[in-house]
Every structure is written in C-alpha cells, then in structure tokens.
C-alpha cells in the first residue's frame, strides 16, 4: 500500500494559463502567442567579463498577457505572430513584477497545431505588483542606533586627526 499516492509527482507538466501563474512558481507548462518583441539588450557579466543578450517578449494567451524573458540563442529563434509552448520554465519577479523565463533546464517549442481564437490584452499579469519574498527587509525599529559613533569602521580616520 502506498501512502503516498496522492502526493506522487506527475510524469507529465499540466499545461497552465497565464492568468493563473503564481510568483516564483517553478517547472511551469504553458502555450502562448509572441504578441511584441522588446529591445535586444546587451548585458554585461561582472565576474566572468562576458557579454550576453537578452530581450523581453510580450505574450498572450485566451486568459492574459505576460512578458517572457529570452537570453542568446533563444532571441532569434522566438518570431512574433507563432505560438510556443515554454515547458519546464519558471515565473520570476524583477522590479517586483511577474516574468515567465525559459531558464537553463526549459524548453522552448513551436506549436503549429493549436491557435487563440482570442488573445487577452487586456489582463496584463506584468503589471501587477507582488512583494519578493527572497528580499530582507531593513531594520527600521531603531534608527538610531546607525548612527551611534561605536559603529563607526575603525578604519576610517577620525576628524580631529585629519592634518591641515
């Protein structure tokens, strides 16, 4: 008997809407339509001194629309006006709004099959804002205590040892 029946993981991803994607939600499914390309944007890596592309999709489905975030290759491959189906992709906040990205381990597939018969623009899920829960907060309680000279960087040469 198997105790776990019901919290067995499925073999096959439920294919999901827009409308009801959720903040930092992980191995997403969904089909969509490119509505609008975005500027290709150059982005430069700190560590590493490489230089990446990247380009914000606009895409809708018959629930909503969203914006899907694309690095390198996968910018020349996506065509406005074709429908996808992003498997194995995630949600991400950035600026505490909602993006859909294909990641390192997802997978971005033409669908020739399926059509809208009407895409949502009205719904814009990226307009929506959401609190990032991965973000700390600053201790606010007791302001004053930034300020206390005891925490000073001892480094820091004091004032009434500067020359003139």
Request: a negative charge; aromatic letters at 10%.
């Amino acid at each position: 008997m198997n105790i776990y029946a019901d919290s067995e993981m499925k073999s096959e991803e439920e294919n999901k809407k827009i409308e009801d994607l959720q903040p930092l939600e992980e191995n997403i499914a969904v089909t969509f339509e490119v509505v609008e390309k975005g500027e290709i944007k150059d982005v430069y890596k700190r560590y590493s001194g490489e230089t990446h592309q990247v380009c914000d999709f606009k895409v809708a489905d018959d629930t909503a629309q969203i914006i899907l975030t694309l690095w390198q290759d996968d910018i020349d491959a996506t065509e406005v006006g074709q429908t996808y189906k992003l498997e194995n992709g995630f949600v991400n906040l950035f600026n505490n709004r909602l993006r859909i990205t294909k990641g390192r381990s997802g997978e971005l597939s033409n669908v020739d099959d399926e059509e809208f018969e009407e895409l949502n623009l009205d719904n814009n899920r990226s307009d929506e804002y959401h609190e990032d829960p991965r973000r700390r907060r600053r201790r606010t309680s007791n302001r004053s205590d930034y300020f206390d000279p005891s925490h000073r960087n001892p480094r820091v040469q004091r004032k009434d040892r500067w020359r003139y």
